[in-house]
């Protein structure tokens, strides 16, 4: 029979144990031994879940204290020079960090984006005289684990080619490497064998993007350095289809090639014709990435061909490893029984796995019962008022050429904004948000459950609103925030607000080390009910005679940091909830604000993964900002805000907003940024982040000076305005006003 089986489970625990046991091992709250005591239950109780819905073999290695890569560079002794030797647990934390129980702080290793999810994963270090020794001993220990329970076990590991790719060389090209790295990855397959491994999963993400011949020669060349002796591979490749790398895939001597079948569209025929007579092909049916319930039989469909060809070579397994989605839907409390049978978290994910490989023999009576279930819930959600509404489809169908358009065009806006705003050179001004100080976090929670009246909260935020107002004009800033102290978080203020957006109470996913998120879920069309902004901002503008900028976030960005609903096109939902922030837009401007600020920090992250793909999802990206953002008049100043970096390659699309002003991160950089004004013109007013709002340092006055004379050599002096990288909300109100009053005098030295 076709055996199920998954790539991995979220490490983190249905109510983020992980979290909770790192965090006390940090502050010195839980001892050592503890800590790995609770660690190892946790494990346990996962291969449990799994063996216990009936998976074929335990995935080991899944499981990482902060971050799997970071586990791959500890076992292969990749550890920059600066953190020394130590305790290996705490190095481990060091290197994520920067600081650990024991040993000395060192600054911590670079970490960003895992493909296009939302996980963060640690940056490999390698440096210029990189060797590799391995330590396999966390590995090989929880692989005893899992194999105490009685089950067939398999090491999960990143390939050489991935872990490579994702690495960072100071000195050289990293495929320099890869002999001596692919030495230490054939020895540790010998080990995994030796503990009894019978199979071993090799993940090679990379496959799904585009690579160079170089790339793909060192593909080929880790499968011929790892054919042999080890444990029977399962090359496992996910967020795509394999496309032209398939052929380089097929003619590679592996046992078993795990395929992504929900994001990748590969013609099966052309794989089942390619496949190796031996070859095990696992299909990954389940999405690994959002958590709706599978269409069963759309995937039966695609497995019984298989099937046909295969027999019980066809394994079922998810698209991608499960760390994506949250753990169990069982510890729901927040939604309601109808929207709750949509869904289908880790948990309820191996159920369908599991299902799905015994109903490709007839199933059992259970089986079709589940079958029926899932069916029902499906036609259930299909045939739901609630996930369609006519009105928002009519007001799509609507929208007109025009509606993408300002009225007039830049040059002709920014005199007249000139002449109604009537600002200094070099205006200043922040990203938005202001210190979230403990009595903002308690009043906003005390409100919501209900502790607070609606009268006292509002008079309390107020009061934030005022003060946050009397110190941007004590400290001379040209144009104002009202500092956001009503929101918890950029993406849910708004989510909370909108219809056909649901939350959950307890859908966590990691998002980095001990850091999880609540994704919101869009599950229906997407419409304001009412305003949602414009009593805080007109309230804000009422206390000054300065500009006060009114605050949202725009539409790209709230559909990349949820769970969007997969039966319409992002574009479309991109499309509604872009119309929904056009309302907002026009009540804020009805209100009396001058200027509004439509932030779009994700813009970048929702970039395909392929080339070929990025302008038609910049396209619709770009049409659904400028939905927002253009009904207004002239003289209303639109701005945008962008953050984590490199917008060199989406720079002409970044133009293509035409928002007038766009605050954008490049402190961190050391204003790498600019490098692309010198061959690109572009063509708005821009305030390039003049100091980094990550670290607790004050910037000094020359600094910021410096800063903004290397951006007036690139820039005309005209357009440029003067502001921190990002929001302050992480920060506190004695380093911000420093910081601020510091970047204010810059300003004025320059004006002078
Ligand atoms: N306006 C938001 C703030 O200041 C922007 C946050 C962001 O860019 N991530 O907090
Ligand atoms: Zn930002």
Known sequence: MSIAHNLGFPRIGVHRELKRMVESYWKGTLERESLLEQARALRQRHWQLQADAGLAMLPVGDFAWYDHVLDHSLMFGVVPERFGAGDPLDLYFRMARGRAPSGQDALACEMTKWFDTNYHYIVPEFSATQTFTLAATPLLEQMSEAQALGHPVRPVLLGPVSYLWLGKSRSGDRLDLLEDLLEVYAELLDRLRAAGAEWVQIDEPVLVQDLSAAWQEAFRQACRKLAGQGPKRLLCTYFGGLEENLALVLESPMEGL??????GKDALPRVLEGIGADMVLSLGVVDGRNIWRCDLDAALRELQTTHQALGERLWVGPSCSLLHVPVDLQA??????????????????????????RLLEGGTAADQQYLEGSRAALRSRQASPRTHNAEVRARIAAITPQMYRRQSPYPERAARQRAQLQLPAFPTTTIGSFPQTAEIRRARRSYKNNELGEAEYRQQLQAEISKTIKVQEELGLDVLVHGEAERNDMVEYFGEQLAGFAFTSNGWVQSYGSRCVKPPVIYGDVSRPQPMTVDWIRYAQAQTDKPVKGMLTGPITILCWSFCRNDLERAEVCRQIALALRDEVQDLEQAGTPMIQIDEPAIREGLPLRRSRWQA?????VQCFRLSACPVRDDTQIHTHMCYSEFNDIIRAIAELDADVIT?????????LLEVFRDFHYPNDIGPGVYDIHSPLVPETGQIRSLLEQAAERIPAE????????GLKTRDWPETRAALANM???????RG
């Open 258 to 263: 795990h395929l992504d079948r929900v994001r």
């Open 332 to 357: 729901e409390t927040g939604l309601d029984a109808e929207l709750q049978s949509w869904l289908a978290f880790a948990t309820q994910k191996l159920d369908e796995i599991a299902t799905l490989a």
């Open 617 to 621: 999802y910049l396209d619709w990206a």
């Open 664 to 672: 954008i991160e490049s402190a961190r950089s050391g204003m790498e």
């Open 719 to 726: 357009r440029l305005w003067v502001n921190p990288d990002c």
């Open 744 to 750: 204010v005098a810059a300003a004025r030295a320059l």
